[in-house]
């Protein structure tokens, strides 16, 4: 990366918590809890609203909206798009996680209406996920992704077909935007052995998206803050034990400065 860019993405975050802004998320009931510790831990706001009664209001009035479709009922899906709508009107941020999309036809239909009925501004998925939604073929276990595909390709194409910036999650963490791609390297594999690590993600990307307009960037900065935090978080436990890690983790996000992203971040950025 240049050095305007070293400089730039670790100081997103000192702006997020001077700013603190106020995250809505609309997630699934496996995750909440921890959702909004991690957001709180960060610097952020969180607030978990559902009722299709109060969601427009909400939605209006915070800085970021986080769908995630991990739990996903006919209500939550009338929620998420009045959220949506909502949001959109008030040019909120909306972001979107689609947990399991190709796992069953429903969840990749209600993926296909919500993008057909609210403008999202990043898409946040695992490779498979992010395939099935742009149409490119994958497989699906479950909700995890099996998919072979090269991520940065899928990454590429879904943002191209979809005509909205894409995250991808994994063993490396790709970012594509208008053409642009980022490939992050940092992270650790314990965030594969505890549930709500990828959801956490989404919500702090929408923290992060909240208060930089350039979602590349801010796509960049949330990734290897959150990176950097878990590999803080493994270094103070130093045992592959998830329960400490998942509470080390929050420790980590809520300590994590912009002299240790500036020490530790690895990304490339390869077309722009």
Do not use: W
């Not at 609309?26 to 009664?53: D, Q, R, W």
Request: hydrophobic share 45%; glycine share 8%.
């Amino acid at each position: 990366m240049n050095e305007n860019v070293d400089m730039v993405i670790p100081a997103i975050l000192t702006k997020l918590r001077k700013h603190v802004p106020l995250v809505h998320n609309i997630t699934n009931v496996v995750v909440t809890n921890f959702t909004a510790n991690g957001l709180l831990a960060l610097g952020a706001s969180p607030v978990m609203a559902y009722a299709k009664e109060e969601v427009a209001e909400m939605a209006a009035a915070a800085d970021a909206l986080v769908l995630n479709i991990g739990t996903l009922t006919a209500e939550k899906v009338e929620s998420m798009i009045i959220a949506g709508k909502a949001a959109n009107q008030a040019n909120t941020p909306v972001i979107l996680d689609p947990v399991g999309a190709g796992a069953t036809s429903y969840r990749t239909e209600s993926v296909h209406r919500i993008m057909k009925e609210v403008k999202i501004s990043l898409l946040r998925g695992n490779a498979a996920e992010v395939a099935n939604v742009a149409g490119i073929k994958a497989k699906m276990r479950g909700v995890d992704s099996v998919s072979e595909h090269n991520s940065q390709g899928i990454a590429m194409e879904a943002a191209k077909l979809l005509q909205v910036p894409v995250v991808i999650t994994g063993e490396q963490d790709i970012v594509a935007v208008d053409g642009k791609l980022s490939i992050i390297h940092n992270g650790h594999s314990l965030l594969t052995k505890v549930t709500g690590t990828g959801c956490l993600l989404s919500s702090i990307l929408g923290a992060f998206i909240a208060v930089e307009e350039d979602v590349f960037l801010a796509s960049i900065a949330g990734l290897v803050t959150y990176g950097v935090a878990s590999e803080l978080a493994f270094e103070k436990t130093s045992e592959e034990s998830p329960g400490s890690f998942q509470i080390e983790l929050l420790n980590q996000l809520a300590k994590i400065k912009e002299e240790n992203i500036k020490e530790s971040m690895r990304v490339e950025i390869k077309r722009g």
